[in-house]
């Protein structure tokens, strides 16, 4: 295989691919938290989030959607801010035959927002 | 006035309009620089920053451009990050009958990301 | 005076001083809101807010205090995220003669965390 | 195995000891990036993020260090931002009887600062 990071991982590409979507999501959150966000402005956000998302290392498709119903303006202006709680993220990695698919939402039952894989597959053997 | 921010801010609506000019410009670079970018993403991340800094106390317009000849990959990948040198900003604060208008771009003579002051006007006795 | 940036500047010192206190207080939220911090963590994160805020041109002076009481973890783990609300920054900066006294806190009354000037002086005619 | 988050996760534990650890690199990155520094501050930079880290789900151990060499002020000031290039992460991350080492470091061969899997070791088993 032509990728010349390969040299440096230890583990199988069933790992990789955990490891990179890992990667992502936790980018988007730490990138993108804080920007000023309103109903009306969340689409350029999650377009934004998307394509930056897309450019890197194994991504083959990424979905982002801000919770409409958590974008709530409080105190004397009209907008707020993105936090963790408004998104939701669906992301696939591949890396060699392997694909993961992770997920980061905000999970009712846990009051959090939880980052997790929803899918995993391919060669596990070392 | 019926903005209830105002009790709190010493100075003249002047000051205040440089002072809101600044925290924009402070908000714009903190929060995007690192972001992934191609020149082919530029356009959705020079509107994400447009929008969202337009919801921010007093902005009456900006303008935000990457400059694509600095936009330069490098290493296995085919994209880089958002870097301050690579950004070009411009934009209006009005408060009250005061009007800032501030700058950030890369100064070739300074070798520097300057933000600066590019018009001021309005009273500015206390 | 010796300062190469100053010929890009509109305005007067005091217009300078307010626009610098406006990056650092919109730079320290966009660049730190985001990031994990407990009662026991964040003398840390204050210390490395204040220590990079000295470096910006101008600053005098800066104090970074995290709200204890508002560091409130949730979810099934044991820490939680900078936001806004928690920060209490006041910093001093001077351009040539001129002084601006900003500070971002959180304000009850407006149930928002405010940037404002609090003290502003020095020559203010063009 | 009280972790109410479990039920959430497809795959195995060494699944989700990879996927956290790519977690832990892309939030340090896309949140301390950005962030101004120079040789005298890099201790308390350091000091922040690693304790920002030690706090997540999964983290056994974290080693933070700024590479000195890559600190280098340009322009009119004495600071610089944090890059990428500059950061030399190593962190370990257990979940159940799994373990993932993950490591970010400027790779001079690559021209690339990489973030990687170290070791990664556990039940592979679905």
């Known amino acids: 295989m032509a990728d010349p990071t390969q040299a440096y991982f230890a583990g199988t590409d069933r790992d990789r691919a955990a490891f990179e979507a890992g990667i992502k999501l936790g980018a ?3 990138q993108f938290v804080g920007a000023p966000v309103t109903e009306a402005t969340a689409p350029d956000l999650e377009r934004a989030i998307e394509s930056a998302t897309k450019l890197q290392p194994g991504v083959e498709a990424v979905r ?8 709530d ?3 004397p202006y009209s907008y707020t801010y993105l936090q963790e709680d408004m998104l939701h993220v669906e992301l ?8 993961a698919v992770a997920a980061l939402r905000y999970v009712e039952e846990l009051d959090y927002p939880l980052m997790y894989l929803k899918e995993i597959g391919g060669p596990a053997k070392s």
């Open 92 to 99: 696939t990695v591949r890396v060699g035959s392997a694909r």
């Open 28 to 30: 988007i959150v730490h």
């Open 64 to 71: 982002v959607r801000l919770d409409r119903g958590r974008i």
């Open 73 to 75: 303006p409080r105190g």
